[in-house]
C-alpha cells in the first residue's frame, strides 16, 4: 500500500528481492570524491534511494513509484526532492488526496517538526478546499494536544483560519488552551491572532474590554508570565495614551506589588505608565517603600528611580536594561 | 567551565563521516550543503579552514546546482532556496564568487519573489520570513540586490512584527528568535532597521536569557545554544547586545562542550551535533571569546570574509 510506512524491521524484503522492482536498475548517490561532510548511509535507506532516483531520473509516474516515495519519506521524511516527486505522482495518478491525508496524518505522528510534512499536508488542504476546514482544524488540534507550542501546528492553524475558515469557536480553543497552561506564549498569540483579524468578532477595539478583564484575571493568578503581560500591552497597540492612563493597569499593578512576589513585570510596566497616575497616588508610595525596604537599597525620592533601583536589584541578569530605562527617565537628566 | 577546546572541535568537525549508520548521517544526506556551511564556517571562525581542500568543496558545489540556478542540498537534489543561500556562503568563504553564474543564481531567487513582497523557499510556494532573509542575503553577497522589488520585500517583513516587538514567520505568527533574526537581518542588509522598535524588540530579546545565562527561543521554553546565535546577532544589529550577561551566556555555551571528543550540544550533557557546534562557536564569536575571529551578524559570515565581497573592486 502506498501509505505503509510502518513496516516492521523483520518483515521489510529488500527493494532488489522483490519482484515488482527487478526490472529497474538503482543509480547509487553520487557524493563526488572525498565529500566535505560524507555521510554514512544505513543500507536500507541506500537502498531506497538507489532505486528512488532510478524512478525519479525515468520520471516513472508510476503507483509503485508513489509506494517507494512513502518508503522514503518513512526513512527520512525531511528530503524535499521525494515530497516534491510525491506530489508530481499525486497529480499524474489522480490519487484521492484523502488518503494522502492520512498518509500524512501518521508521517506526523512519528515527526511532526520536520518543514516538508507542512508543507505538503498544506498542499492537500488547498487541493481539498473549503470542505478540508474541519479536518485541518481537528488536525492541529490533535497536534497541539501533545505538544501546545507546536511552531508548525499553529502557522498552519492560522493559514486554514484565514484560506478555509473556522473562526467560530477559535477564541473559545484559546480559551481552553490556556486555561490548561496560563504560560504557553503560542495560544497568547493566537488569542491575538482572533481578536485583531477574526472577521466575526469585530476587531480590537470591540474586544478591547472583556480582553482587559480577562488577562487581568490571568496576570493576577500568575504575575510572573510574560505572556500575559505582554497580550495587555498589545491590547492597547496604537493607544499608548489610553494605556498609560488606564486605572485597570495601575490597580493591578498595585495589587501585585502589595504580594510583595513575583513583581518584576508589574514594576516594568509601572515604570511604562504616566507619571501623574503614579507620582501623587500614597498607595504607590508606600507599596514601592516596602519593596525598597525588604532588599534594602538606598532611597530616591523620586519613585520611578527607585523602581529602577530595584529592578536592577532583583533582575541582576538584565542589570543593563534596567540601568538604560533609569537613563531614560526624564527626572535622571 | 573550562576554556573553549577549539583543537578538540575542529577534530569533530572534520571526523562527522567517521560516525557510522549514525542517525545524523541519514538524516542528513539531502541536507548536506546546510551541513557543509555549518561545518566550514564554524573551522574558518577557529582559524581551520586551511586543512579543507578547496578545490573538492567547490567542484562538489557547482555539481549541486540545477538548471534554475538554484542549488540543491546534495548532488541530483531538487533546488531550494535554502540550500542556494548555504552554496553561496560557502563559495565566499573560499573567495569563489566568481565560479558560479551569478546571473542564473540571482535569476532563480528573483523568480521567488511573490506579488507581496513575500519570498517562495522554492516552486512549490510555501512562504516564510525565513526565505525573504535567505533571498535578500543572498543576493546582497551576489550584489545583486537591485534586481528584487527590496521595498515590497522590506514591507512583508513588517507585515510579520507583532506587538511584543518580535516577528514571525508570515503576518500573525508567533515571534520566534529564529524568525526574528532573519527579519532583523533582512532589515539591516536593506537598511530599514529604522523600522523596528529597537527597545521594545530588545527587552524582548533580553527576557529570553534564562537563569543558567542561556538563551530561549521564546517564552517558556528551554535554553538551547542555537539561540545563542539567533538571539545575540539580533541584538548586536540593532545594538542592545549589552542588555544580557554575556558572562553568563559564556559559561552556558562551554557548559555544552563535550571536551573530551569535541562538538557543541543544544544544552549540557545532550549529544552534539554539526549544526550545534556552529551555532556556540558563532556565538562565542559574537561575545568576542579570545582566538575566534569575527563574525558579522548580518551575513552570518565571517567578517574578513564580508569585507571582501564588499571592499574587493
Known sequence: ?333 | MGDLAAEKHVRYILSVEKKKDSFESVVMEHLRMNGAYWGLTALDILGKLHVVDVDEVVSWIISCQHESGGFGGNVEHDPHILYTLSAVQVLALFNKLDVIDVDRVTGYIVSLQNEDGSFSGDIWGEVDTRFSYIAICCLSILRRLDRINVEKAVKYIISCKNMDGGFGCTPGGESHAGQIFCCVGALAITGSLDLIDKDLLGWWLCERQVKSGGLNGRPEKDPDVCYSWWVLSSLIMIDRVHWISKEKLIKFILDCQDTENGGISDRPDDAVDVFHTYFGVAGLSLLEYPGLKPIDPAYALPVDVVNQIFFSK
Open chain 1, 1 to 333: 500500500m502506498a501509505g505503509n510506512i510502518e513496516v516492521e524491521e523483520d518483515d521489510r524484503v529488500p527493494l532488489r528481492l522483490r519482484p515488482e522492482w527487478s526490472d529497474v536498475t538503482p543509480i547509487p548517490q553520487d557524493d563526488g570524491p572525498s565529500p566535505v561532510v560524507p555521510i554514512n548511509y544505513s543500507e536500507e535507506f541506500s537502498e531506497v534511494m538507489d532505486y528512488f532516483r532510478a524512478v525519479y531520473f525515468a520520471k516513472e509516474l508510476s503507483s509503485r513509484a508513489l509506494a517507494l516515495t512513502a518508503e522514503a519519506i518513512g526513512l527520512n521524511a525531511g528530503n524535499y526532492t521525494v515530497w516534491h516527486f510525491r506530489r508530481l505522482l499525486l497529480e499524474s495518478l489522480k490519487v484521492d488526496l484523502h488518503v494522502e491525508r492520512e498518509f500524512v496524518e501518521r508521517v506526523a505522528s512519528g515527526n511532526s517538526k520536520n518543514y516538508q510534512i507542512w508543507h505538503h499536508r498544506r498542499w492537500v488542504a488547498e487541493k481539498l478546499g473549503p470542505e478540508a476546514r474541519n479536518s485541518e482544524l481537528e488536525f492541529t488540534k490533535k497536534i497541539l494536544s501533545v505538544d501546545a507550542k507546536h511552531y508548525h501546528a499553529w502557522s498552519h492553524r492560522q493559514w486554514v483560519l484565514q484560506n478555509l475558515g473556522g473562526w467560530e469557536d477559535e477564541l473559545s480553543y484559546c480559551s481552553e488552551l490556556l486555561a490548561e497552561d496560563i504560560f504557553n506564549n503560542s495560544a497568547w498569540n493566537q488569542r491575538y491572532f482572533v481578536i485583531t483579524r477574526s472577521p466575526v468578532l469585530g476587531g480590537l477595539k470591540a474586544m478591547r474590554e472583556s480582553e482587559v478583564l480577562f488577562t487581568v484575571e490571568a496576570i493576577i493568578s500568575y504575575p510572573e508570565n510574560e505572556s500575559s503581560w505582554r497580550y495587555l500591552r498589545g491590547l492597547f497597540k496604537d493607544e499608548s495614551t489610553l494605556y498609560v492612563n488606564d486605572a485597570q493597569v495601575s490597580s493591578l499593578c498595585l495589587k501585585i506589588l502589595k504580594t510583595k512576589s513575583n513583581y518584576l513585570f508589574a514594576l516594568s510596566t509601572l515604570l511604562d505608565l504616566s507619571a501623574s497616575v503614579i507620582q501623587p497616588n500614597e498607595d504607590f508610595r508606600d507599596a514601592i517603600e516596602a519593596l525598597r525596604l525588604q532588599i534594602l537599597i538606598k532611597q530616591d525620592s523620586d519613585i520611578a528611580i527607585t523602581i529602577c533601583s530595584i529592578l536592577e536589584q532583583v533582575d541582576p541578569i538584565r542589570v543593563n536594561y534596567w540601568v538604560w530605562r533609569k537613563s531614560r527617565l526624564p527626572q535622571a537628566a
